[in-house]
Nanobody, 123 residues
Framework: QVQLVESGGGLVQAGGSLRLSCAAS????????MGWFRQAPGKEREFVAA????????YYADSVKGRFTISRDNAKDTVYLQMNSLKPEDTAVYYC????????????????WGQGTQVTVSS
């Protein structure tokens, strides 16, 4: 049974930082590209960042480029999202997702999803 479990969310002031983690079990993480998505109330789920299975390639949404960094530790079956210079518009539930092949930006292209972790940025 595949499980992705996000952690690290919380309440932070604008300009602050958070580090999200996504722990995987039931799959060999090194065989999967990983993505982070977010969903704010009343909005569609949107792409944030993705990383290839090896970690050699990363891709970011324009809205987070230069502020967020995705990384992975396959030995620990964990993917991270370091979020700096947070803005109130970053407030959302953040989800990690796994995809059997390469980097992708559409939610429908991912096979497995976590339950999400809430990030709230106050102004």
């Amino acid at each position: 049974q595949v499980q992705l479990v996000e952690s690290g969310g919380g309440l932070v002031q604008a300009g602050g930082s958070l580090r999200l983690s996504c722990a995987a079990s039931g799959l060999t993480l090194s065989n999967y590209a990983m993505g982070w998505f977010r969903q704010a109330p009343g909005k569609e789920r949107e792409f944030v960042a993705a990383i290839s299975w090896s970690g050699d390639s990363t891709y970011y949404a324009d809205s987070v480029k230069g502020r967020f960094t995705i990384s992975r530790d396959n030995a620990k079956d964990t993917v991270y999202l370091q979020m700096n210079s947070l803005k109130p518009e970053d407030t959302a539930v953040y989800y990690c997702a796994a995809r059997r092949w390469g980097i992708a930006t559409q939610p429908r292209q991912y096979n497995y999803w976590g339950q999400g972790t809430q990030v709230t940025v106050s102004s």
